[in-house]
């Protein structure tokens, strides 16, 4: 079994900053690509950012200039370091890492997710 423990949310005024930690643990053989989802109140989780086994980070359009993306290989950790948040920003964010459990079982995780609260 997996774990994904996210850490980092919490209460922020518009235009601050705050860094998410996604730790994966358990029986891994190897962490391919891990990424960040934020699902607003209401709404559909979408994709915020993910970084390749290679190291290789991407963006969505809503994080793209002011979020980014890195992880510590050694550690099974991803971070995200968010700037200029704006109250859009607000909900809850989850940690997604596709693992190799086995050198041939390959599965996906999800975190618990972690609120991250902008206030205008």
């Known amino acids: 079994q997996v774990q994904l423990v996210e850490s980092g949310g919490g209460l922020v005024q518009a235009g601050g900053s705050v860094k998410l930690s996604c730790a994966a643990s358990?029986?891994?053989?190897?962490?391919?690509?891990m990424g960040w989802y934020h699902q607003a109140p209401g709404k559909q989780r979408e994709l915020v950012a993910f970084i390749t086994g290679g190291g290789a980070p991407s963006y969505a359009d809503v994080g793209r200039g002011r979020f980014t993306i890195s992880r510590d290989f050694a550690k099974n950790t991803v971070y995200l370091q968010m700037n200029s948040l704006k109250p859009e920003d607000t909900g809850v964010y989850y940690c997604?890492?596709?693992?190799?459990?086995?050198?041939?079982?390959?599965?996906?995780?999800w975190g618990q997710g972690t609120q991250v609260t902008v206030s205008s």
């Open positions: 358990g029986e891994i053989y190897a962490t391919n690509t």
């Open positions: 997604h890492a596709d693992v190799l459990v086995t050198m041939s079982d390959r599965r996906e995780y």
